[in-house]
């Protein structure tokens, strides 16, 4: 499985971005997803998950209520809908597959190369 993470950019505080996560050489349609960021001198930590039949979905408190996670309706493409941003979300984002429902990087199986987002104050 090779993913591959997309969208990312140069954005203002308060603005949106939309972040796509693609699929190939095998399907995930029955892996759990999720989307981690790493900032600079800091660990790896979990923003959002989404079941393997997109019905379930699970938030980090940080951007609870200002992103959305969802999946396509093949389910091999997955995006992180980022309303709202503030300077404190800057990161790389990763996206990951999981044969396993979890928020820690130790459960993902398939990591994607990332992409940057950067947010000015």
């Known amino acids: 499985v090779q993913l591959q993470a997309f969208g990312g950019g140069l954005v203002q505080a308060g603005g949106s971005l939309r972040l796509s996560c693609a699929a190939s050489g095998r399907t995930v349609s029955r892996y759990a997803m999720g989307w981690f960021r790493q900032a600079p001198g800091k660990e790896r930590e979990f923003v959002a998950a989404?079941?393997?039949?997109?019905?379930?979905?699970n938030y980090a408190d940080s951007v609870k209520g200002r992103f959305t996670i969802s999946r396509g309706d093949d389910r091999n493409l997955m995006y992180l809908q980022m309303d709202n941003l503030r300077p404190e979300d800057t990161a790389v984002y990763y996206c990951?597959?999981?044969?396993?429902?979890?928020?820690?990087?130790?459960?993902?199986?398939?990591w994607g190369q990332g992409t940057e987002v950067t947010v000015s104050s």
């Open positions: 990951a597959a999981s044969r396993l429902w979890s928020r820690s990087t130790d459960r993902y199986d398939y």
């Open positions: 989404i079941s393997s039949s997109g019905g379930n979905t």
